[in-house]
């Protein structure tokens, strides 16, 4: 699960990512890919239309179908991926141990966080998707590891 603030903009963008790219890695049918937002400003609102926009002027699906929704306490996941440091501190409180999204970027130093587009233009929601897709890779290595330890485990 991976979690913003709305649900609208980051959040939603990694999902569509993350699934092609567990598609791509033939995981697809072993890893179900959601999202959520910490805040309920934005429940039941689609993607947002400038997100949906570069999602598929990138070769990405559009979203169709998503509706934001707010996390809850109890929405366990085996991985669950914190757009920001705030987003994190946010679902502690829930009693949710989440990772940075960025953490899984081989090339991110400093301050971690996804930058939030919603203010900006155009170029704010490119350089959103080029941090997201900048990390998937190592997210799909690490669930792939994980899946294969769980395999060993029931098999061992």
């Keep these: 699960?991976?979690?913003?603030?709305?649900?609208?903009?980051?959040?939603?963008?990694?999902?569509?990512?993350?699934?092609?790219?567990?598609?791509?890695?033939?995981?697809?049918?072993?890893?179900?890919?959601?999202?959520?937002?910490?805040?309920?400003?934005?429940d039941g609102n689609p993607i947002d239309r400038r997100a949906?926009?570069?999602?598929?002027?990138?070769?990405?699906?559009?979203?169709?179908?998503?509706?934001?929704?707010?996390?809850?306490p109890g929405d366990e996941r085996d991985l669950v991926l914190?757009?920001?440091?705030?987003?994190?501190?946010?679902?502690?409180?829930?009693?949710?141990?989440?990772?940075?999204?960025?953490?899984?970027d081989p090339d991110a130093t400093g301050d971690l966080d996804v930058a939030d587009p919603w203010y900006g233009g155009a170029s704010d929601f490119e350089d959103c998707l080029a941090q997201i897709e900048a990390a998937a890779d190592g997210i799909v290595e690490h669930v792939r590891a994980a899946l294969g330890n769980a395999l060993l485990q029931q098999n061992g």
């Design 82 to 104: 914190a757009m920001t440091n705030a987003h994190a501190r946010a679902l502690r409180r829930l009693g949710i141990e989440p990772v940075l999204f960025r953490s899984f």
């Design 1 to 42: 699960m991976i979690v913003c603030t709305g649900n609208i903009c980051r959040s939603p963008m990694a999902e569509v990512v993350l699934r092609e790219r567990f598609a791509a890695a033939g995981l697809g049918d072993q890893v179900v890919v959601d999202s959520t937002g910490v805040s309920d400003e934005e």
């Design 52 to 72: 949906r926009a570069v999602l598929v002027s990138h070769g990405y699906p559009a979203g169709d179908g998503h509706r934001a929704r707010q996390v809850r």
